[in-house]
């Protein structure tokens, strides 16, 4: 690629560089995006048990997950290390495109029962926040309806053993809650489409 | 590597080349070369096309993401066989921790109902850029711009006694599917007490820690079912090449007694009948079972039409459009490229061909349609096995800085092993969902 030095600092104003004679913009918030669906699925929709789907997930807590995961106050294996390549502004981009993905809704295996009992502990403790039963992101409150089971179990293992911070809110409720209660919980946020 | 007329010949000439898919399998190495149909096969009507050559990481997910960015386009996806099989994951396969092939094996026809891809399966004879077609099996394809993501041949030339029938004997497995259960089963049936041999070529190679993560896995299925047996692995380069504190950490503590890693091994030559690889033909490894896993370049299509760089391996292209110099409308992507880059490039992987396959698409068609090209952003992610149970990975963002590739963020995993756990199963559901996304 050549480019005259005049022209890289009137490309780095214009927020461009050039390729040949092409001009090249800085990538789109969906194609930052669509880089995210080798491991969250096709506009965030993940069919992986372990991984959690973006879509429709709000701007705000997709922001606020990745600056945790860049600073490490959100543990993480491969997320962390990711978000360190990518900017405060990309991350607002990628948020932003989530958000407008539609809700992706899962068919998984949850025990009747427990989602049955789990519903009831959700309406009393969890829905001021997570409303429609977790099927809504409000503000920087995650969506919960639909997520995998197994993801949901392991994010709670880390919320237990005190790797990941919870908002005193939900601690206030989460740890009053026994240990059926908590799985019948997961089952049921599983369960919702 | 010097391009006389014999190794020309044989370059042009080997039926066994052709593997479209990123990683599909050819086994019959004894079968005719292709030829080419030269009649029409699909005329092509008022509708804009793009030919995308090759089924495999970078492939289906070009064709698909064109589909979904602009539904205008006609787009053709020409690859030879009916599915696809992955080689990451193949490892557990080849180790024998899974039976089921179809967890690792996908097809077309959801991926074509969905988009409105029009599947041809044929083998790609030609990439005729200064006729704007692609010549098959079946016939030819014109095109207004063709996406080729067509994966590895081997530089077989490169090892003395090499044929068409050494890879029967000798399996390279690094083309998942009939040679990863000829591997397989050679495993199985290796009495106890027997050695395994590996080899694996210099760098730049498809999938930078495979062969690592193989050794382990054979590592474990030895110890595990063949106590007495060991496993060598020869690594053509001086030192492990990726993950290296990972896995050494991996070898020293779980392998030590069955397993032994020597590097500055590049075998030069073979010798089927007696069961051996020799190394410049000063030193010779014995094994009962032997993997070897030839140097590579671009896929054998890539050299025959004219579209690998001066090092005759590798297909150079543009950073930003994936454009080939060589080929105007002609757009490269996946392990076949050599990417301009400004220090370690994007690794010959199945997640690079995914990212790169997007950008691609987006830019072929701001280019169709005359808008701006997009500057490069995209991720590589590689979880290798080191056990049945524990896996290591690399993470790695990559964008354009200065016209080149370049990663502002590179790490791999804890050296404390305190996460190998976790990044198995979530390993397990990038398999899953990347699958996913290549097949619906």
């Known amino acids: ?193 | 590597m010097t391009f006389d007329r014999r190794s020309f010949i044989k370059l042009v000439g080997s039926a066994s080349g052709l593997a479209l898919a990123g990683c599909a399998t050819t086994t019959g190495s004894g079968d005719a070369p292709a030829v080419g149909k030269t009649a029409e096969l699909m005329p092509k009507g008022s509708a804009r096309r793009v030919v995308v050559v090759g089924g495999g990481y970078g492939g289906t997910i070009a064709a698909k993401y064109i589909r979904m960015l602009d539904k205008s386009i006609e787009v053709v996806l020409v690859e030879k066989s009916k599915q696809f099989v992955s080689c990451p994951f193949s490892n557990f396969y080849i180790a024998g921790m899974t039976n089921d092939m179809n967890a690792i094996t996908i097809g077309y026809d959801k991926l074509a109902a969905n988009h409105g891809i029009k599947m041809v399966y044929a083998e790609v004879t030609q990439i005729d850029a200064a006729a704007k077609k692609v010549v098959t099996t079946e016939g030819t394809l014109a095109y207004d711009r063709c996406i080729v993501s067509p994966g590895i041949d081997f530089r077989t030339e490169e090892i003395e006694g090499y044929n068409a029938k050494t890879a029967e004997a000798f399996p390279h497995a690094w083309k998942a599917g009939a040679q990863s259960t000829l591997l397989r089963n050679q495993l199985q049936a290796m009495p106890d007490g027997g050695t395994v041999v590996m080899s694996m070529p210099l760098t730049p190679y498809r999938c930078p820690p495979g062969p690592y993560e193989r050794s382990c896995l054979i590592a474990h299925y030895l110890k595990k079912h063949k106590p007495k047996s060991k496993l060598i692995l020869l690594d053509a380069n001086p030192d492990v090449v990726s993950k290296k504190p990972l896995f050494t950490k991996a070898w020293s503590t779980y392998y030590k007694d069955n397993f032994q890693y020597i590097g500055g091994k590049k075998v030069t030559q073979v010798n089927v009948a007696g069961k051996s690889v020799s190394i410049e033909g000063i030193e010779d490894f014995k094994g009962d079972v032997i993997n070897l896993i030839p140097p590579q370049r671009a896929a054998d299509i890539m050299v025959k039409s004219g579209l690998v760089g001066d090092d005759k391996r590798w297909c150079p292209v543009d950073a930003i459009s994936f454009e080939s110099p060589k080929a105007k409308g002609v757009h490269i992507i996946g392990d076949a490229t050599a990417l301009p880059s400004d220090g370690p490039p994007m690794p010959k992987s199945g997640y690079s061909a995914n990212s790169q396959a997007k950008f691609c698409a987006q830019n072929v068609l701001n280019l169709m349609n005359g808008k701006p090209t997009v500057e490069f952003s995209g991720i590589n992610v590689c979880y290798s096995a080191i056990s049945d149970h524990e896996s290591v990975s690399i993470a790695q963002v990559f964008n354009l800085q200065n016209g080149k590739i370049k990663s502002p963020a590179t790490a791999i995993s804890p050296a404390d092993f305190s996460l190998t756990k976790a990044e198995h199963a979530y390993g397990e559901s990038w398999l899953k969902n990347i699958l996913t996304e290549m097949s619906t």
Not at chain 1, 68 to 87: C, E, I
Not at chain 1, 99 to 106: E, G, I, L, R, V
Not at chain 1, 160 to 172: I, T, V, Y
Request: proline share 4%; charged share 25%.
């Open chain 1, 1 to 193: 690629m050549k480019m005259k030095k005049s022209l890289v600092s009137w490309a780095l104003v214009a927020g461009c560089t050039f390729s040949g004679a092409v001009m090249a913009a800085p990538p789109t918030p969906e194609m930052l995006s669509y880089a995210c669906a080798g491991c969250h699925g096709t506009n965030g929709g993940s069919a992986g048990m372990t991984m959690p789907s973006l879509a429709s997930q709000s701007k705000a807590s997709i922001v606020d997950a990745m600056k945790k995961f860049k600073s490490g106050d959100r543990p993480s294996t491969v997320m962390g290390r990711l978000a360190k390549g990518y900017s405060d502004a990309e991350f607002a981009a990628m948020g932003e495109f989530f958000s407008k993905q539609k809700f992706h809704p899962t068919t998984q295996m949850v025990d009747a029962a427990k989602a049955k009992r789990g519903e009831e502990i959700e309406d009393a403790n969890c829905s001021r926040c997570h409303i429609d039963q977790g099927k809504d992101g409000k503000d920087d409150t995650p969506v919960m309806a639909s997520q995998w089971l197994e993801y949901l179990k392991m994010q709670a293992a880390l919320y237990d053993s005190g790797a990941r911070k919870m908002p005193k809110d939900m601690a206030d409720k989460w740890n009053k809650l026994s240990k059926e209660d908590r799985e019948a919980l997961l089952h049921f946020y599983a369960s919702v489409k």
